[in-house]
């Protein structure tokens, strides 16, 4: 167990819907980054938060948007959905910013039809 | 960005040690070499990291060549559980994440 807990572990919507997965990191950890796995595009950096304040991003869609709330907890809102979105949706966390060390939640399954 | 090369695949007996190597001959003085594994469809989990002297902790060991071109990751005594993908990662990407490559997928058979 990690210590990072992600909700919900499925989620099955259909296209052009707007979805919400939420993410707790480690006890202590101020940086939450969020990343997505698919068959063929593997694990892709999509944007990190530190303490709050949106840090980095990377491969994220407009359609895609994160924030962070000042208990640290984070959300990654998926809207205008489309078939190709349906993934594994990781949310890590460490203690600094930028840190390679993360500990990675067990991820949200979103299945888009 | 330095890349890695990794073997796509590996089997080890179970109770061998499994002996994973990876190529990073891009690799700047001041980057880290990372080990993540991701059982299947958990969230990846960090094993250990190095810059250029070996290190070892309660999952496994990390030998890095002196001119620190390549690594090695040891699992001493592999178990079933340990089968999964894992990805060396020696830098981090431009807006500072972990890039994952595609990595080695380790059975370990009884």
């Known amino acids: 167990d990690s210590g990072v807990t992600q909700t919900p572990k499925h989620l099955i919507t259909a296209t052009g819907q707007r979805v919400t997965l939420r993410c707790s990191p480690r006890s202590g950890d101020l940086s939450v980054y969020w990343y997505q796995q698919s068959l063929d595009q593997g694990l892709q950096f999509l944007i990190q938060y530190y303490n709050g304040e949106e840090r980095a991003k990377g491969n994220i869609l407009e359609r895609f948007s994160a924030q962070q709330f000042p208990d640290l907890h984070s959300e990654l809102n998926l809207s205008s959905l489309e078939l190709g979105d349906s993934a594994l949706y990781f949310c890590a966390s460490s203690v600094a910013s930028g840190a390679l060390t993360q500990y990675f939640g067990p991820g949200t399954r979103l299945t888009v039809l | 960005d330095a890349k890695t090369t990794q073997p796509t695949s590996m089997d080890c007996a179970e109770g061998r040690a499994a002996n994973l190597p990876c190529n990073h001959s891009?690799?700047?003085?001041?980057?880290?070499v990372y080990w993540y594994r991701q059982i299947h469809s958990q969230g990846p989990q960090y094993i250990i990291h190095g810059l250029k002297n070996n290190e070892t902790n309660e999952m496994a060991s990390l030998i890095i060549t002196e001119d620190r071109k390549s690594s090695t990751l040891i699992l001493p005594h592999a178990t079933l559980r340990d089968t999964a993908v894992y990805y060396c990662i020696s830098t981090r990407g431009s807006q500072g994440n972990l890039i994952f490559g595609k990595g080695t997928k380790l059975s370990v058979k009884p």
């Open positions: 891009t690799i700047s003085g001041n980057e880290y």
